[in-house]
């Protein structure tokens, strides 16, 4: 009975706002306003608030929600666990048995990244005389847009 008569209350108090809004020429404003204010008024005379009333203070109803809750993290915790994991069972053992056959193909000669061995270093190339072949590049741009 207090959730009607506070919903009333507060869709007349919006009504009311709505009204001073329009009266400021502010129409597109206080028919928002006025839209608000007539959800509270029509979730009592659809009955949802005496249902959610009812809901709230059933220990039944919260049990439910925990175990709704309950399932929900098993459920992201077990996809969370299937991604880290890579896939479904069928795409682990595809996986597994594409590895044993070898990443070579059977009838290449050698890999196709190399040998392991220890890292060579790479060192940039000598600069040349005049310092011109660094910008050769952006000349080439430049002319081709016709700057």
Not at 106 to 132: M, N
Request: positive net charge; hydrophobic residues 50%.
């Amino acid at each position: 009975m207090i959730a009607e008569t506070v919903c009333s209350a507060v869709s007349a108090a919006g009504l009311g706002i709505a009204v001073i809004t329009a009266y400021r020429k502010r129409y597109l404003t206080a028919t928002r306003i006025a839209a608000y204010s007539l959800v509270p008024i029509g979730l009592v005379m659809a009955g949802v608030v005496e249902w959610l009333a009812d809901t709230a203070f059933s220990p039944v109803a919260w049990a439910g929600f925990g175990l709704l809750g309950l399932s929900w993290v098993m459920f992201a915790t077990t996809r969370a666990v299937e991604r880290r994991r890579g896939g479904t069972r069928k795409e682990r053992k595809a996986a597994r048995a594409a590895a044993q056959q070898g990443a070579v193909a059977p009838a290449a000669s050698a890999p196709s990244l190399g040998q392991a061995g220890p890292r060579q270093e790479t060192r940039p190339a000598p600069a040349a005389k005049g310092g011109d072949d660094d910008f050769s590049d952006i000349e080439a741009i430049l002319k081709k847009h016709g700057i």
